[in-house]
């Protein structure tokens, strides 16, 4: 069973950078498609960066393309979202999930895919 712990949220301003972390235990991080989504209350939960197992397919949400990167750690089994050029509407909880799914990519978006472990979240408040 994988288990996921998001670490890295808090209190950025307008503008400023934060990086989330997500650390995997249980099986090896590149055995999984890992994911960030994040959450408003009242809102439906929105896919912000996905990977694939190998690597080779990333996905980002419009609203966050060139401002926010996915990147792994395989050695250290750590997932992360560097977040930069904050805005106000990037505040949310954020999750790390991660899927077994070897399926075909819905659209070519990895975000698509189910996912069935996720971390408890993390949350970032983007105000000034």
């Known amino acids: 069973q994988l288990q996921l712990v998001e670490s890295g949220g808090g209190l950025a301003q307008p503008g400023g950078s934060l990086r989330l972390s997500c650390v995997a235990s249980?099986?090896?991080?590149?055995?999984?498609?890992i994911g960030w989504f994040r959450q408003v209350p009242g809102k439906e939960r929105e896919g912000v960066s996905c990977v694939s197992s190998s690597g080779g397919i990333t996905s980002y949400a419009d609203s966050v393309k060139g401002r926010f990167t996915i990147s792994r750690d395989i050695a250290n089994n750590t997932a992360y979202l560097q977040m930069s050029s904050l805005k106000s509407e990037d505040t949310a909880v954020y999750y790390c999930?991660?899927?077994?799914?070897?399926?075909?990519?819905?659209?070519?978006?990895?975000?698509?895919?189910?996912?069935?472990?996720w971390g408890q979240g993390t949350r970032v408040i983007v105000s000034s």
């Open positions: 249980g099986l090896p991080l590149n055995y999984y498609a």
């Open positions: 999930a991660a899927s077994r799914y070897n399926g075909l990519v819905p659209r070519g978006n990895i975000c698509l895919i189910p996912f069935d472990s």
